[in-house]
């Protein structure tokens, strides 16, 4: 049986793939960016990739007609203030392609939509659900509320959250109660419902054993994690203010901050268990499914995050529109220097960023993050998903991997921060050799000016950097 996975590099996708694979299931892999989806070796060998954009209806002629099953798991609520708009085009542009094959289900993952009143984040979903319906196919709707696992965006505005702040004064909207789900049971229930005739044509709302507001949760996590925490919310905080505040508290960005407060003052909790009996699922509790969480990222096996994915920066874009780094109109800083160890270099390399740090003045690195942060980029509170690996489109703080290869010594990283122009860094090994390259493409006379400003701090931070990089001291984490 051959299932068409969209959304392969996002959060849920890379979590489903391995077991569709192991299940023995033909998949094709939907992806936007090609150069930004790494599948495993093991895997990678059993499946098709093909790449297209389901805003643009002419790049979904590459979809096989041979397809039984097909997943939509796409969905954006911070690319754009227009991304209903876009929702709803990917839809109807994906129901039109399908319906030129013969297909027999498509299983979508939606949001919970029983409130008689939605955000605009949970009316596009629901609408989303309308225009696939249509399709001439069984459509199976899945609708989860807060997905609780390792690297998922709410996990990790909760740990931002209570782990970074003893005393909260926070929004009314804390009251608000929802239901949710842990990610291994969110899994179970997409893999259950594949050609299952039981679930065709049919919605389920999909959710954990407990039904507890926001504050709860916050104050249940910390219970968990062993912390005392107090919360107090308030009136008057205005959903800008909420907004700001998440915003510069957690790692989410400022579009994806707007969207949550919007859909935070709706309730989100499931109106039927049909599928837990269906599928003969118990569905973890709140606490369970965060005990699991830490117990993977403990062995680091923290599998996607939500932070990997483009939009979590500050501009949605192709990896492969940046990984030629421009030769002219640029400044550069070059640093070069010889090592006695390869491997020794090429660890430390692979450990830049997040809990490591940058390896030399990291209080500059910090502040820079901050002030990045205060212009509406994303600091470097994204850190990195793995300690000890990285790959094409991970984040490292605010930079994007764009080109990593261990073997080769080559890793490139393209700047997110807020700059006025482009930035990249690059760090290649020949032989004994470290070249250490940082490149700025400006922007106009602003974008020049910039360079000049920050030319002085670079001479510290990258001849420092490059020196403990080549150094014969061991990584420190």
Known sequence: MKVLLTGATGYIGKRLLPILVDKGFKVVCCVRDINKF?????????????????????????????????????????????????????????RIALNKTKVQQVIYLSGIVNSQTLSKHLNSRKNVELELGKGNYALTTVRAGIIIGSGS????????????????????????????????????????????????????????????????????????????????????????????????????????????????????????????????????????????????????????????????????????????????????????????????????????GGQTGWYYANWLWTIRGFIDKVIGGVGLRRGRTSINKIEAGDTLDFWRVLFANKEEGRLLLFAEMRVPGEAWLEFQIHDNLLTQTATFRPKGVLGRLYWISVYPLHGIIFKGMINKLTSQNSVKR
Not at 237 to 259: E, N, Q, R
Not at 337 to 352: A, M, V, Y
Request: proline residues 4%.
């Open 153 to 352: 965006a709410s996990f990790e505005i909760i740990r931002d959250l209570v782990e970074k702040l003893p005393i909260m004064i926070a929004p009314k909207w804390l009251e608000t109660k929802c239901q949710p789900i842990g990610i291994a049971d969110v899994i179970k229930i997409l893999t259950g419902v594949l050609d299952n005739k039981k679930t065709f044509n049919k919605s389920f709302d999909i959710a954990g054993q407990d039904i507890l507001t926001y504050k709860q949760m916050l104050l249940n996590f910390a219970e968990v994690r062993g912390l005392k925490r107090v919360i107090w919310t308030v009136p008057v905080m205005t959903p800008k203010l909420s907004s700001y505040w998440l915003y510069f508290v957690t790692s989410t960005s400022y579009k994806l901050a707007v969207s949550l407060v919007d859909s935070m003052k709706v309730e989100v909790i499931a109106n039927n268990n049909d599928i837990n009996e269906i599928l003969g699922i118990e569905p973890l509790s709140y606490k369970e499914s965060i005990k699991r969480a830490f117990e993977k990222i403990e062995q680091n096996e923290i599998i996607s995050s939500w932070k990997d994915s483009t939009i979590s920066g500050r501009i949605d874009y192709k990896i492969s529109e940046h990984i030629k780094v421009p030769m002219f109109g640029c400044y550069k800083d070059v640093r070069k220097k010889h090592f006695d160890n390869r491997e020794l270099c090429i660890n430390k390399i692979w450990s830049i």
């Open 38 to 94: 790494n599948p495993e070796k093991s895997i990678k060998s059993k499946i098709e990739i093909i790449e297209n954009d389901l805003t643009k209806k002419e790049s979904l002629n590459n979809i096989p007609s041979d397809i039984d099953i097909a997943y939509y798991l796409v969905h954006s609520m911070s690319t754009s203030t227009n991304f209903d708009e876009l929702e709803k085009l990917s839809a109807i542009n994906f």
